[in-house]
């Protein structure tokens, strides 16, 4: 795959049982080689009190659930991108200690 474009969701999860904030992304994937960049652009716009609340997560810890509009979900590193509403994705890394861990996506 050279790349892919589609809508997801980027969770934030305190729990299993527990998410703090769900928001419409459009993501795009693009292969060079052996690199991958990920980017994800809010959709819509935030408000800027959604705003705000997005970078507390982000501060609290910036491991988020990206589950694609078939169910399936990814553990990812989030990050600024430097434009505004452009996040940049990272796949997290396995093994994580908590409270990464614990806080996957639960089963929908």
Known sequence: MDSYEGTASLEW??????????????????????????????????????????????????HFTLRFDDESTLLVKVVEAGVEERLVLTAAETGTTEPTGSRHASPQ
Request: hydrophobic share 35%; with cysteine.
């Open 13 to 62: 999860w305190a729990n299993r049982s527990t998410c703090l904030g769900r928001l419409r992304v459009q993501v795009a994937v693009r292969h060079t080689g052996d690199n991958r960049m990920s980017e994800v652009t809010l959709e819509p716009l935030l408000a800027t009190e959604d705003r705000e609340s997005l970078d507390t997560l982000m501060q609290l810890d910036p």
